[in-house]
T-cell receptor
Framework: GQSLEQPSEVTAVEGAIVQINCTYQTSGFYGLSWYQQHDGGAPTFLSYNALDGLEETGRFSSFLSRSDSYGYLLLQELQMKDSASYFCAVRDQTGANNLFFGTGTRLTVIP | ETGVTQTPRHLVMGMTNKKSLKCEQHLGHNAMYWYKQSAKKPLELMFVYNFKEQTENNSVPSRFSPECPNSSHLFLHLHTLQPEDSALYLC?????????????FGPGTRLTVT
């Protein structure tokens, strides 16, 4: 089976940097994705890591360590609109694009 | 607007009713998915269709019945549901064999079973 763990809630100040961690246990592993979901909205794709290292996309970066079964999402220069839930998701061996999601981290950005 | 639409956005149904959820993607993708999202729980993958063929059924009760008539449309037929089936049902699509494996989600149908 698959198991992903993320902190349930994180609070950070506008303009600061926040890191959301994700640890996983899966029978197979093809890559780690991150999605953002605002209240009442649909999940939207942020990043994907298949290999170890850091991927940067604007203010957001994602890191993966396959040997540690660990990844994180780094959000810089936080803005109020970044308040949302963030989900990590794993692709495993059972299907090409099948994703298994964590329970999500609720990020609250305060002034 | 992600290119994936779902109707209805909200649905209230009794346990003896039969209803259907509809999803349509305008992105030319060849894979579509149904997810269930309940409070305090991770998104649960229910069904996967690749090239219109069902390739995954994650032990979903038979009161949920998917249908994929073509690569752009996906339905979820509901009958004799239970109150614990109340949740947000999300549809997603993707293109196989892309480097990012990105899935595009619709806005969801908020289902309440009374």
């Amino acid at each position: 089976g698959q198991s992903l763990e993320q902190p349930s809630e994180v609070t950070a100040v506008e303009g600061a940097i926040v890191q959301i961690n994700c640890t996983y246990q899966t029978s197979g592993f093809y890559g780690l994705s991150w999605y953002q979901q605002h209240d009442g909205g649909a999940p939207t794709f942020l990043s994907y890591n298949a290999l170890d290292g850091l991927e940067e996309t604007g203010r957001f970066s994602s890191f993966l360590s396959r040997s540690d079964s660990y990844g994180y999402l780094l959000l810089q220069e936080l803005q109020m609109k970044d308040s949302a839930s963030y989900f990590c998701a794993v692709r495993d061996q059972t299907g090409a694009n099948n994703l298994f999601f964590g329970t999500g981290t609720r990020l609250t950005v305060i002034p | 607007e992600t290119g994936v639409t779902q109707t209805p956005r909200h649905l209230v149904m009794g346990m003896t009713n039969k209803k259907s959820l509809k999803c349509e993607q305008h992105l030319g993708h060849n894979a579509m998915y149904w997810y269930k999202q309940s409070a305090k729980k991770p998104l649960e993958l229910m069904f996967v269709y690749n090239f219109k063929e069902q390739t995954e059924n994650n032990s979903v009760p038979s009161r949920f019945s998917p249908e994929c008539p073509n690569s752009s449309h996906l339905f979820l037929h509901l009958h004799t549901l239970q109150p614990e089936d109340s949740a947000l049902y999300l549809c997603a699509s993707s293109q196989e064999r892309t480097s990012s494996h990105e899935q595009y989600f619709g806005p969801g149908t908020r289902l309440t079973v009374t």
